[in-house]
């Protein structure tokens, strides 16, 4: 620094021969070995340089990512293509919303897993898709009761359970696995899709954060007043508004105003979410419309090739389905070009 502050008579220029600079007579001779090693080290220095240029690069680019995700997170959702959303884990080939199907769901490499929660007497958290346990577990032929809540069973009650064997008896004894044994399966190589079913926001935020996975996850619900309670307790944890919803007195729209519109996306905006997750009353249309906002288009549940192609084709941004090579099947076919 201090030679910036010193004046010319102090600076005074020396001769090239006071610098020691070489004139004809001191230039010493360079073998060619020393011709390599210079050229060598001139190769090694524009290595660096370029390194550290990409890096510094690089860090632009971090810190031009969306505030308040995990840089994983951030390249997931800005993916050029469109993403494969597994359904309740690999819910095709075992049972749903089980740890076998979240591994199966990270072996047909979905980009995101989704799965639904609810909470147990007990307050915990667990995942499963229905309020009843008769559907996929054995509550019915050991507790005898009918159509069981699970809201009404502690965790240590629903351990009991084989969430399994009604898929295959390939999957007996399976249990209902808790939200936190998913999220540390799923975590570790994809992204976490994590419907509410039932439950308040305070308890998952609070468990996200306790995990540190608040930046790492995306938190979808239909209930929109639940996705602006998270935003509320955590102002950049990602959010997926689900749809199409119902109206204020719980009863559903007619068929043909279900379909995702203006007047969905404006409310949709003011929750906070990043994300549109609907059925597959979308048009080219609506799509745009979404996009053009910021938002990300998923639909839900396409298990069906052509169904999958159609939406690509209105440049939809993700497909959630039970079966994860179709839609890898979908996107290998539209690249291609052999999408009719
Ligand atoms: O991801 C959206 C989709 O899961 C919503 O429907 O009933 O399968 O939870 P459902
Ligand atoms: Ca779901």
């Excluded at 001769?15 to 090694?44: L, Q, T």
């Excluded at 919303?97 to 929660?117: G, H, R």
């Excluded at 808790?178 to 935020?205: C, F, N």
């Amino acid at each position: 620094m201090k030679r910036f502050f010193m004046r010319p008579s102090q600076t005074k220029r020396k001769s090239r021969a006071e610098r020691g600079a070489p004139n004809e007579k001191n230039v010493p001779r360079i073998s060619i070995r020393d011709k390599r090693v210079m050229k060598n080290k001139r190769k090694r220095r524009t290595f660096l340089t370029t390194t550290l240029l990409l890096l510094v690069g690089g860090g632009a680019v971090i810190g031009d990512s969306s505030p308040g995700v995990t840089e994983r997170l951030d390249e997931i959702m800005n993916r050029e293509r469109p993403l494969v959303i597994a359904h309740r884990g690999y819910s095709m080939a075992a049972p749903e919303n089980t740890l076998p199907a979240f591994e199966l769901a990270l072996l047909a490499a979905a980009d995101l897993v989704e799965l639904d929660y609810f909470h147990s007497a007990d307050g915990v958290p667990v995942v499963f898709h229905d309020d009843t346990l008769d559907r996929t577990t054995d509550a019915v032929g050991r507790w005898g009761d009918g159509k069981i809540p699970l809201r009404s069973r502690t965790l240590e009650e629903l351990r009991e359970l084989d969430a399994g064997s009604w898929f295959s008896e390939r999957f007996a004894g399976v249990g209902i696995p808790t939200l936190e044994e998913a999220l540390e399966l799923i975590q570790e190589k994809s992204v976490t899709l994590i419907e509410r079913k039932e439950g308040d926001a305070g308890t998952l935020i609070e468990l996200l954060r306790r995990r540190a996975m608040l930046d790492d996850v995306v938190i979808q619900a239909f209930d929109w007043d639940f996705l602006a309670d998270c935003r509320e307790l955590a102002a950049d944890v990602p959010l997926g508004a689900l749809g199409p919803p119902r109206r204020e007195d719980g009863s559903s729209y007619p068929y043909e105003e279900r379909f995702l519109n203006r007047a969905f996306l404006d409310r949709i905006e003011k929750t906070g979410a990043t994300v549109v997750g609907w059925n597959r009353q979308v048009t080219r249309e609506s799509v745009r419309e979404a996009q053009a906002r910021g938002l990300k288009v998923w639909v839900y549940t396409i298990n069906e090739l052509d169904t999958a192609l159609e939406l690509l084709e209105m440049s939809v941004d993700g497909i959630i389905s039970d079966n994860p090579p179709m839609v890898w099947q979908a996107l290998a076919l539209r690249a291609g070009e052999w999408n009719r």
